[in-house]
């Protein structure tokens, strides 16, 4: 009999290539979402298989999914900056009260149970590249507070129902990953450049651009998360590739990666923009052995192709 996993989030870009991997795999997938910040388009491709079935429900409200379960991936969440400042209270229930939910789901169905936690519980880092042992530098009452006191909780209440219940929990800290499904649209840098790009509009770095973050292609963030819930390690995983990159000269490989003759302009920092993010992966090669192996000239080579086949449509619709 095979194997039945249930991922929250599934109409969105992680969720969605996660459906596709255990699909592969040769699971019986459930998907849940809400549409919030997700779209059916991501996974309408999967509704035809006899393997998948879809609930259109707010994981915050009490989840109940019929027959048996062996596995939970908690990937529900707004997850780009103007998503989750659009929606706070949204995005700090989903984390909190979606997540208990969950892990009560969970503990009922005798599931294993990984959630989706985030480089954002390290907040505005002091130290670099970020160990998982680091506890961080939030700020807890600022805008971004509220996704990152959100899946800060979240990281709590699953290692309670761990040593409480003794409850089979996996926690990855993914840092920032990129790829075709991406919302064109959602505020996040890569689908913003290349946007701009593609609608002959400047490129808007924030601040100086000095600030750097380190971006993981899809394909090698669902094969580390994969891993990790296979995995008999309990405590959290950052799983990102370490190449890390500032953002000015991000959007100068951006320039040269979509031949756009547009230039560079900048923009106001947002509030407590981290300075500088790089995951530290030591335990996840050790543990799981595993590594990103796409470099960013090969994901964004792939992501751009995908953004180009978009409409003019999708590529004009904004929703912010
Ligand atoms: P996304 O916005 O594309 O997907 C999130 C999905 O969750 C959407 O389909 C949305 O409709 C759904 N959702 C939100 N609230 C819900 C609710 N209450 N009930 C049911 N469904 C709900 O974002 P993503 O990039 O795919 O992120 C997925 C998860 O991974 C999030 O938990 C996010 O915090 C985490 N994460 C992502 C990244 C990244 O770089 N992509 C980095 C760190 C953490
Ligand atoms: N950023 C930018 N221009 C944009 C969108 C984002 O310069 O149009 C910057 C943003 O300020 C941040 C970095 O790019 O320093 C990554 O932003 P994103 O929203 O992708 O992710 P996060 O801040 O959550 O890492």
């Known amino acids: 009999m095979s194997k039945r996993v249930l991922i929250t989030g599934a109409a969105g ?8 991997r255990f ?3 040769g699971f019986d997938v459930v998907g849940i979402d809400n549409l919030i910040t997700g779209d059916l388009a991501n996974i309408e491709h999967l509704f035809k298989l006899e393997q998948f079935d879809f609930y259109n429900h707010d994981v915050t409200k009490f989840v109940h999914v019929p027959g048996k379960l062996d596995y ?5 969440s707004p997850a780009s900056p103007i998503d989750y400042l659009k929606i706070p209270i949204q995005t700090l229930k989903v984390g909190s009260l979606g997540t208990h939910n969950l892990l009560g789901l969970a503990k009922e169905k005798n599931a294993r149970i990984l959630i989706a936690s985030t480089s954002e519980v390290y907040g505005d880092p002091l ?3 970020q160990t998982e042992d680091y506890y961080g530098n939030v700020n807890t009452i600022g805008p971004r507070g509220v996704y990152d006191e959100a899946k800060r909780f979240q990281e709590s209440i699953t290692m309670a129902y761990h040593r409480f219940h003794g409850l ?3 926690i990855v800290r993914i840092f920032n990953t990129y790829g075709p499904r991406m919302r064109l649209n959602d505020g996040r840098v890569i689908p913003a450049f290349i946007g701009q790009a593609l609608r002959g509009e400047d490129l808007t770095v924030f601040g100086d651009g000095s600030q750097t973050r380190s971006f993981c292609y899809v394909d090698d963030q669902v094969e580390g998360i994969y891993r990790l819930l296979m995995s008999d390690y309990a405590l959290p995983v950052n799983i990102g590739n370490p190449d890390e990159i500032t ?3 991000f ?10 003759n547009q230039k560079v302009v900048y923009k106001d920092l947002p509030v407590d923009d981290p300075m500088q993010r790089k995951p530290d992966i030591s335990k996840a090669k050790e543990i799981l052995n595993w590594e990103a192996t796409t470099s960013r000239q090969e994901g964004m080579k792939k992501t751009y192709d995908y953004f ?6 999708q590529l004009y619709k904004s929703e912010h």
């Open 308 to 313: 180009k086949g978009l409409s003019q449509e």
């Open 127 to 129: 130290v670099h590249p």
């Open 23 to 25: 699909i592969k795999e």
């Open 251 to 260: 959007a100068e490989e951006i320039i040269k990666l979509t031949g756009t």
């Open 247 to 249: 953002i000015g000269d």
């Open 168 to 170: 089979q929990t996996r």
């Open 72 to 76: 939970i991936l908690h990937f529900a």
């Open 13 to 20: 870009f992680l969720g969605s290539h996660l459906c596709d």
